[in-house]
């Protein structure tokens, strides 16, 4: 029932930006938590930013400052800005619902992306 479809990923060098973008179908942004994690080869998921369907967000601390998220209502998309990117951000990104108000820890998101990729170079 829901789709998700992650886009904006792409080369960029250090220093620079990119704005990640979920749509959404299947479901209405508003009303549930969603997130953006990564993901690097051999390693566990990382959750990066969540938006609480509260209207809270939160970021782990290594990209605090620097990457924003968003929902867009009139578009059902949930956005992710990256500015001063850094090589350790390279990853594939991947958006997520979790079907419920609050945001749960990762492993009980219900609904993921195909991932966009993003790579950071020096």
């Known amino acids: 029932q829901v789709e998700l479809v992650e886009s904006g990923g792409g080369p960029v060098q250090a220093g620079g930006s990119l704005r990640l973008s979920c749509a959404a179908s299947g479901l209405t942004i508003r009303y549930y938590c969603m997130g953006w994690f990564r993901q690097v080869p051999g390693k566990e998921r990382e959750g990066v930013a969540t938006f609480a369907g509260a209207g809270d967000t939160a970021y782990v601390d290594s990209v605090k400052g620097r990457f924003t998220i968003s929902k867009d209502e009139a578009k059902n998309t949930l956005d992710l800005q990256m500015d001063d990117l850094k090589p350790e951000d390279t990853a594939m990104y991947y958006c997520?619902?979790?079907?419920?108000?609050?945001?749960?820890?990762?492993?009980?998101?219900?609904?993921w992306g195909q991932g966009t990729q993003v790579t950071v170079s020096s």
């Open positions: 997520a619902a979790a079907g419920d108000f609050w945001c749960p820890q990762v492993d009980k998101y219900k609904d």
